[in-house]
């Protein structure tokens, strides 16, 4: 069980290798929960939430399910193209960040609750969702070494 944020993403990099074309760059990492705002939480919302790793590649927005006690990488739910605007949104708070992904078949994007700490990471992805839209001067990120 992975209890740091690189311990997390080396477990998502590692299973996304496996199933990755060659020259697949992995750019940013983040693991979220759906549902309302984490300061809202009581047993009934935690039974609701879906936990997810939504992994930014140089090609892919890949998500996959997250364990709920351990944090660990399940299987893959969703790999959408880059360029087909799966990521509709990024938007930072003081604690909790939001990033908003449009899952293929769905009219409405999924909001993703974000803790800080995955602050760097959320910046790839608003580069990235930057990009797509057109805005002048924002390009992607530099992927992290591994």
């Known amino acids: 069980m992975a209890l740091t944020r690189a311990g ?3 477990q998502v990099i590692e299973n996304l290798s496996q199933v ?5 760059q992995f750019v940013a990492c983040v693991h979220g929960m759906t549902g309302p705002s984490p ?17 930014l590649t ?6 996959n399910r997250a364990g709920r006690l351990a944090n ?6 969703a790999a959408i193209p880059v360029q087909s605007g ?8 003081m604690l909790w960040g939001k990033l908003y992904i449009q899952f293929p078949g769905q009219a409405k994007a999924t909001k993703i609750n974000v803790h800080r700490i995955w602050n760097a990471d959320l910046d790839r992805f608003a580069a990235a969702a930057g990009s797509v839209a057109g ?3 924002q390009g992607y990120a530099a992927p992290y070494n591994q």
């Not at 990755?20 to 697949?24: F, K, Y």
């Not at 300061?39 to 992994?55: G, H, M, P, S």
């Not at 660990?72 to 739910?77: A, D, G, S, T, W």
Request: aromatic share 10%; no cysteine.
């Open 8 to 10: 997390m993403r080396r």
């Open 20 to 24: 990755a074309p060659p020259g697949e």
């Open 39 to 55: 300061w809202f939480d009581n047993i009934i919302v935690q039974a609701l939430r879906k936990y997810y790793f939504v992994t």
């Open 58 to 63: 140089n090609t892919s927005v890949v998500v």
């Open 72 to 77: 660990r990488p399940k299987e893959i739910v």
């Open 86 to 93: 799966a990521i509709v949104g990024v938007k930072k708070g």
């Open 135 to 137: 805005v002048p001067g």
